[in-house]
């Protein structure tokens, strides 16, 4: 069974860190580029975060120098360590997999496999 879960959501205030995880299920693991989501209510979905299967990463404008994204092998998990947090990084965040689609930011949202989401509120 394919199971994305993410953790390490929660509050905190401008300027602040979190660091998002994604345990990820092995066959949606192998073989996958993984990456980051973000949806706000009555916004687009965005992607935030991209890393392809050879290591090679990719991030929004909106994030880039802020956010870092990063797997651990041996555990099946996806990271997203998120520095100098801004109330407009406010955000359910997805992790998401896919082994087919292009590897490209902005088809995150419609990769195969995805999570339930992690809170992320930052306060002005």
């Known amino acids: 069974q394919v199971q994305l879960v993410e953790s390490g959501g929660g509050s905190v205030q401008s300027g602040g860190s979190l660091r998002l995880s994604c345990a990820v299920s092995?066959?949606?693991?192998?073989?996958?580029?993984m990456g980051w989501f973000r949806q706000v209510p009555g916004k687009e979905r965005e992607g935030v975060a991209l890393?392809?299967?050879?290591?090679?990463?990719s991030y929004a404008d909106s994030v880039k120098g802020r956010f870092t994204i990063s797997q651990d092998n041996a555990k099946n998990t996806l990271y997203l360590q998120m520095n100098s947090l801004k109330p407009e990084d406010t955000a359910m965040y997805y992790c998401?997999?896919?082994?087919?689609?292009?590897?490209?930011?902005?088809?995150?949202?419609?990769?195969?496999?995805r999570g339930q989401g992690t809170q992320v509120t930052v306060s002005s």
């Open positions: 092995k066959y949606a693991y192998s073989s996958s580029c």
């Open positions: 890393i392809d299967t050879d290591g090679s990463t």
């Open positions: 998401a997999a896919d082994r087919f689609r292009p590897r490209v930011l902005w088809l995150l949202p419609l990769f195969d496999y």
